[in-house]
């Protein structure tokens, strides 16, 4: 026998019992004649006491013990003098009467502690040492209860599990495909499964009403900071469903999770429109832990050209030239120094953000307004823009202008990155928002023409249809988006399952009747067989667990990742083949 | 809103109510006035009355439905005068007052019933119709409850669900890989895992303690009969634990399986040795349903050269020549005619099983012996069988002869024949078996080497490691197979966790140690930093589907399965890609 016990797991109630336990050596000190070793499993850690000057052969044993050690010991349970109330087993000590030594280990490359001295390279090359580390191994096991509440919340609401293939048919659309090339079949390709969006939909055609599975999807992407080539998405469809339902059911499915997870209760999440969204946030993704919205100091749209123009005609051409206008409140920044202002200058002037600068206007304590632009705005100006901004004093109002959208997405940048500043971020707290009515169309400039936003079966909301020859932009869909902190953690849609309309989006969408039998006919023929209405949703599981986490990265969150080549530095892969497998599967590298 | 229930919940106790129900025509029945309808889905069936005298409306709409159209109705509940006790809902009816076509539906290129007149072929290449029908979605439903069931167990057993990687790296050792070209990693590829093996020891030595997966596995095999492409595996590893331990909890988890999804207490399995499966069935996977066990007529090699041969000796050369003489004794098939034999001789001739003839011995009801070789051995003789056998009138004892191996091979198969044709093999029961003391190593003829029986990290059996030089071929491993009604669900082992048994055991594979280092390094190297004892199973989840479900084959319990080349004939793949997409993937194909 290994062990009666885990390290985790004895306390005072187990005093004077013999026990066992095996695990890895944390560390060991001699104190002479005395020896404490700190014996280490998942479970927790529990300290051993060897009195070395007894046992010769326990001696001999304890001398030889390095980190990470594999040990099994036998001993007492008994009281310790020198309680450690930090961890479970902190009030008993092992009087160890028997030692046997399972495994030696080499030194590892790094420290096995909280708190590590590895860098990210050595840790990924050594991914089965740094998972030893206890808040590696808590993210997968938050990963883990997680996946086991979300099935238990899905098979009570009558969702089926269902495992859809994983070698499918490669398609021209969207993101690349992984390829398989196949043996049995030369010269032909299976492809691993972007999503399983066709499988999913093909199973309301064939009425199972409410499926799920948690699944493995591939995109073969070049890799930004945070993409893994392989994902894993929490995948859902219904029929004979609304809009409506499947918000409830999703939003009862987080609501279970951070309740069953996090012990947290999370209330009813707000519903904002994508137009509202972009409007006060800049963003279809906003971070609503902090306000902090959007206030345009031009006339929007809807108030049309005769409402109030804040800045407009006073001289200042970078205003007077924008289409756009708009700033930010942040509270209790104007002790920002010249310094910090033009660190945030900077930081909208960076490449990645693009914006030409940063207009401000501090609210001092003392009442008086002061902005960057006093050679144009007077204090009566300054005045409606502070009321515009409800500033107090101690505010600072932090301005951009240009195109709508681009001057939309700079600020949006800017928010967040006050946000960060001003501690207003708290991973801790959790901010769910859905973003409801996406546009159904957005114009591609490279193609110069609409593509569909979410996909081409995404249903138009009913009332927007006849929009769609005259202002095709302006078309809803019924399409959603979960959001938590800023970060998306999935969407979805109500697709379309009538032929009529199909065939009116696949025109909007540019595509030839031939070319839409010749990339989604398959799909096409199912439905001819009596497709019920239906929508879905799918959330990203990697993301929404490293959300949970509080963590920055979904590496974090993965047993073994790949780093931003696609490789797995651990098993050195992906790797070379044999001539003769390449052979056999009739292919050649070119390289 | 499409429903306020389902098709399969409405009964007299909601008489009166109006309801609202969505689902496909089962069938319309014109009566002239009045037509009834039964509308179906998951849930099940529900019988709608539709007056057509009264209603210009529902009388068109009612005319143009067809089979397989989606509906939503509405009306009230009302008690059957015509009660079909054979449903749920059998004892209400709806009487519609208002009905919406969904949607419409080409006529199905087969019946959408229990029994379906479409064969395998159309029913794969429609598969999504095939799934409309009870019996198919039944099994994807037993399915779902199954994998919940495991998870269930083993989380509450302490195991971590972690998902491994599916984009891993090639082996040259075992079966072949399906693998995926890297674009980002030009002239590299990637494999799909064919089990996660490498992956789960490597948690071992990260300390997980207890890992499972249920995951999608790969093999590029030529695919026989009941063999698929991808296919789906409960994957299992412990640390700290020995055989007894691994075997008691997976038999708590198919005890737990039963119990919960098919209502069954299996009790405790039977466990028995490889040696006796092979001497008393010929198989290591016996069927126990059924008795019919092996009776040697040759002395076995424990019983040695001094034991009873009740066959060799009276100069029928076959018996004479043999190195075994085994049977059967198939009570109560003595009236078999001789047509009946000829069959049997027949089918232990066909190629398959290749053996030269069968000998028969009746005991007929009037207590006389008769065999089909009275030529040589006369009554005192066949007295001496029918002890061997234990027959009594009315049994039937076939006979087969030749060298071990091949002969119980033989004999296993025309056990099951006879299981078969004597009904002993009844679907619903359930008669598992534990398989253990696997031998270590199998000859393998065409390399003139050992090979490792499960994998080369088996463990020996610590007191048969000293037979590794003398009899490699008596050592038994730490290894074990769970078998269900002659199947085998799936098996383990112990494995080797000290380094120096396993350079031993490299060394009788006939590994070189640069060799075990090229083809095993990586993992070599992860057992120097400190690796526990550990052992593992893994059981195939689509074949123990199917053995619950009480069917042949597994594709039956797959949503989506491929045909014998490998092919999903529903969605036409694999199939051919772009030139540019080989381009960016640096590939060409050969054929």
Chains 1, 2 share one sequence.
């Not at 144009?376 to 101690?394: H, I, M, N, R, V």
Request: glycine share 8%; charged share 30%; hydrophobic share 35%.
């Amino acid at each position: 026998m290994h062990r009666t016990h885990t390290c985790g797991e004895l306390t005072i109630k187990n005093l004077g019992q013999e026990v066992i336990l095996s695990g890895w050596v944390q560390k060991s000190r001699d104190l002479g004649g005395t020896t404490f070793i700190d014996v280490r499993d998942r479970y927790g850690l529990t300290q051993l006491v060897v009195n070395t000057d007894d046992e010769a052969t326990l001696r001999t044993k304890v001398k030889d013990l390095g980190r990470e050690f594999v040990i099994k010991v036998k001993g007492i349970v008994v009281e310790r003098s020198n309680k450690n109330p930090k961890i479970a087993t902190g009030d008993v000590e092992i009087k160890v009467s028997d030692l046997e030594i399972l495994n030696v280990a080499k030194l590892p490359p790094f420290m096995i502690e909280d708190e590590t001295d590895g860098g990210e390279e050595l840790r990924m090359k050594y991914r089965y040492l740094d998972l030893r580390r206890n808040p590696v191994r808590n993210n997968l096991i938050l990963r883990h209860k997680m996946a086991q509440e979300i099935r238990k919340y899905l098979d009570a609401q009558g969702f089926l599990e269902v495992e859809t293939p994983v070698l499918i048919k490669s398609t021209p659309e969207g993101a690349r495909d992984f390829v398989v090339p196949s043996r049995m079949n030369p010269g032909e390709f299976y492809a691993l499964p972007q999503s399983p969006q066709t499988f999913k939909q093909l199973l309301m055609v064939s009425g199972f009403d409410r499926y799920f599975q948690i699944v493995k999807c591939f995109r073969d992407e070049d890799l930004r900071a945070d993409r893994q080539p392989e994902f894993t998405q929490i995948d859902c469809e219904m029929a004979f469903i609304e809009q409506e339902d499947i918000l409830n059911l999703f939003e009862g499915l987080t609501r279970h999770m951070f309740k069953n997870v996090k012990d947290l209760e999370l209330g009813d999440f707000p519903r904002m429109d994508y137009a509202d969204a972009m409007r006060l946030y800049g963003s279809d993704k906003p971070d609503i832990r902090f306000d902090m919205q959007f206030v345009s100091l031009t006339p929007t749209l809807s108030e049309g050209e005769g409402a109030k123009d804040l800045v407009k005609g006073f001289g200042f051409p970078v205003f007077d030239n924008a289409e756009l206008v708009v700033g930010i409140n942040a509270k209790g920044a104007a002790s920002y120094t010249r310094k910090q202002l033009d660190e945030l200058t900077d930081f909208v002037k960076r490449p990645q953000i693009g914006a030409t600068g940063l207009i401000y206007m501090r609210h001092n304590e003392d009442g008086t307004l002061k902005s960057s632009v006093d050679k144009f705005y007077d204090e009566t100006q300054l005045k409606k823009w502070s009321e515009a901004f409800a500033t107090t004093p101690g505010d600072l109002v932090l301005i951009m202008a240009g195109g709508t959208d681009k001057v939309r997405k700079q600020l949006n940048e800017l928010r967040l990155e006050m946000g960060n500043r001003l501690g207003l971020r708290d991973k801790n707290k959790f901010a769910p928002l859905w973003v409801i009515d996406f546009p159904l169309l957005e114009w591609d400039e490279e193609s110069e023409r609409y593509h569909a936003m979410h996909h081409p079966f995404t249903s138009p909301k009913p009332e927007d249809i006849a929009l769609l020859d005259s202002k095709p932009g302006e078309v809803r869909a019924n399409a959603y988006d979960l959001v938590i902190n800023g970060t998306e953690i999935g969407g979805g849609s109500i697709r379309i399952h009538d032929k009529e309309l199909q065939s009116i989006m696949f025109k909007h969408l540019g595509f030839s009747p031939e070319e839409a039998q010749k990339q989604f006919g398959f799909l096409l023929e199912a439905f001819e067989y009596g497709a019920p209405p239906h929508g879905g949703i799918a959330f990203g599981f990697d993301r929404l667990v490293s959300i949970v986490a509080g963590l920055d990265s979904i590496r974090d969150v993965i047993a073994f990742p790949k780093n931003n080549s696609g490789r797995d530095v651990m098993i050195d892969s992906p790797s070379t083949i044999d001539e003769k497998q390449k052979k056999e599967l009739n292919i050649e590298t070119t390289v």
